[in-house]
Every structure is written in C-alpha cells, then in structure tokens.
C-alpha cells in the first residue's frame, strides 16, 4: 500500500458542491492499494503513518507523530498512486488494486484509524473530490509497505 502524506494546516474534500470531509492541522494522506496487498499492508502502513514523525517538538526538530500531537487524519483514496510511469507518456494503471479489493482495503484501513485516531475524515472511493489543503512546510513524503 501507498500512502502520500502532507503535513498541512487544514485540508478538505468536495463531492458534488458538498463539503465531505475536512481537518484542521494534522495530515492529509492520499492512500493507494496494490494489486498484491491485504489488510495485513493496510495495518503495516497505519501503524507506520501514525508512528510517522513530521511535527516540530519544542526545539524545533521533526520529532512528533500525528498521534504525538493529536492532529487530525484526510484519508482521500487515490489509485493514481500506484501508476507504472517509466515508459511512453500515458500511465499504467495496472500495479494498483482493482477496484473491489481497493475499496475494501480503503474501508478497512479507514476503520482501524478510526479505532485507534481521535480525528478521522474522509474523502469518497470513486467519486470524483477536490480536496484543497494549505501544506505546512511543505511537507510531504512517500510511504509505502509491500507484500511480501
């Protein structure tokens, strides 16, 4: 599994006009299932973003975890993660999880957050959201967990 993950300020996800989910500081993360993974991953990866240290501590340094600092959590479901892009100028597709299998690991990874995060929001599989955050830093990085 993929997870893109943004330190912002505040972030929000639009369908259709309607506001569907929003945080104020905390992290915005894009999250993307492979062809090969289970909710075995999906664990492995929640444990790794919410143990992730990308907020300043007293001093300065990135030392804090979202849980640390009790930010909140945009999961926004982005198949384009998975994209093979190393030939020709149209993207494969082909690595990511078929719909089915990407919705179900969305949902459970969203349900494990919500059990263990106080503050869990959300984008929708398969609709087509604007989401708009105000990246703090910026800050971004790359997770991603692989079946092994």
């Given at each position: 599994?993929?997870?893109?993950?943004?330190?912002?300020?505040?972030?929000?996800?639009?369908?259709?006009?309607?506001?569907?989910?929003?945080?104020?500081?905390?992290?915005?993360?894009?999250?993307?299932?492979?062809?090969?993974?289970?909710?075995?991953?999906?664990?492995?990866?929640?444990?790794?973003?919410?143990?992730?240290?990308?907020?300043?501590?007293?001093?300065?340094?990135?030392?804090?975890?979202?849980?640390?600092?009790?930010?909140?959590?945009?999961?926004?479901?982005?198949?384009?993660?998975?994209?093979?892009?190393?030939?020709?100028?149209?993207?494969?597709?082909?690595?990511?999880?078929?719909?089915?299998?990407?919705?179900r690991l969305f949902d459970h990874f969203v349900g494990q957050a919500r059990a263990r995060h106080p503050v869990v929001e959300t984008g929708r599989f398969g609709a087509d959201m604007k989401?708009?955050?105000?990246?703090?830093?910026?800050?971004?990085?790359?997770?991603?967990?692989?079946?092994?």
């Amino acid at each position: 599994m993929i997870a893109l993950l943004q330190r912002v300020s505040g972030a929000s996800v639009v369908v259709d006009g309607a506001n569907i989910g929003a945080i104020d500081a905390g992290l915005l993360v894009l999250l993307c299932a492979e062809r090969a993974d289970t909710e075995k991953e999906a664990d492995a990866l929640l444990n790794k973003l919410l143990g992730y240290r990308v907020f300043a501590d007293a001093a300065g340094k990135m030392n804090l975890s979202v849980s640390d600092v009790g930010g909140g959590l945009l999961l926004v479901p982005q198949f384009t993660l998975a994209a093979d892009t190393k030939s020709g100028t149209r993207p494969s597709f082909t690595p990511a999880a078929s719909p089915q299998d990407g919705l179900r690991l969305f949902d459970h990874f969203v349900g494990q957050a919500r059990a263990r995060h106080p503050v869990v929001e959300t984008g929708r599989f398969g609709a087509d959201m604007k989401v708009s955050l105000t990246n703090d830093g910026p800050v971004t990085f790359w997770l991603q967990v692989s079946a092994k």
